[in-house]
């Protein structure tokens, strides 16, 4: 018979998972700091790497092109989170454009997006967004992805990169 396990640890009262248990979290008169609900971080900025592709590999090394929209959702449900610059780059590093020529409020729980059309190939297969965001007050961080899409004859491909925070202000 085969059957999946759960692994957890018995503390006190509650059964805990281990890597709830094993998980690092800075305390501070008993509370953990930096912490929202679900383990988001509670921040009043960041400079976010998101890693994307304007076109893979594959059938030998043939170039497939794929479209990107980069999403910048603002989680915190009462405060408006400002998004200062999305700079896009190529493969070997050098900045392409700047989507924003000035900095606009994304409102709380609304959704930015971004596209790079799958014609436009300059990134190349190894292209970023650097996201720059401040908030007047601590927020939730935003969630920062993006999304890669193509289709080409009977074919189709899609997936997901998540940014990932590089420098951030917290409370």
């Known amino acids: 018979?085969?059957?999946?396990?759960?692994?957890?640890?018995?503390?006190?009262?509650?059964?805990?998972?281990?890597?709830?248990?094993?998980?690092?979290?800075?305390?501070?008169d008993g509370q953990v700091i930096g912490k929202g609900a679900y383990g988001i971080e509670i921040v009043e900025g960041q400079t976010v790497y998101v890693p994307v592709y304007s076109h893979i590999y594959?059938?030998?090394g043939k170039p497939y092109l794929l479209?990107?929209?980069?999403?910048?959702r603002n989680l915190d449900p009462e405060h408006a989170i400002n998004i200062n610059s999305v700079q896009y780059f190529v493969t070997k590093?050098?900045?392409?454009?700047?989507?924003?020529?000035?900095?606009?409020?994304?409102?709380?729980?609304?959704?930015?997006?971004?596209?790079?059309?799958?014609?436009?190939?300059?990134?190349?297969?190894?292209?970023?967004?650097?996201?720059?965001w401040d908030a007047d007050e601590p927020v939730y961080e935003p969630l920062i992805e993006a999304v890669m899409v193509g289709f080409a004859d009977?074919?189709?491909i899609s997936f997901a990169s998540s940014g990932r925070a590089l420098v951030e202000r917290k409370e």
């Open 1 to 28: 018979i085969a059957g999946v396990g759960w692994f957890g640890l018995y503390i006190g009262d509650r059964f805990e998972s281990l890597e709830e248990k094993l998980a690092y979290q800075q305390y501070v």
């Open 58 to 60: 594959a059938d030998g």
């Open 93 to 132: 590093g050098a900045q392409i454009k700047e989507h924003l020529s000035s900095k606009i409020s994304l409102p709380p729980l609304a959704t930015a997006e971004f596209l790079v059309e799958k014609q436009n190939i300059r990134g190349g297969s190894g292209a970023n967004f650097i996201v720059l």
């Open 67 to 72: 479209e990107t929209t980069l999403s910048i």
């Open 154 to 156: 009977n074919n189709s």
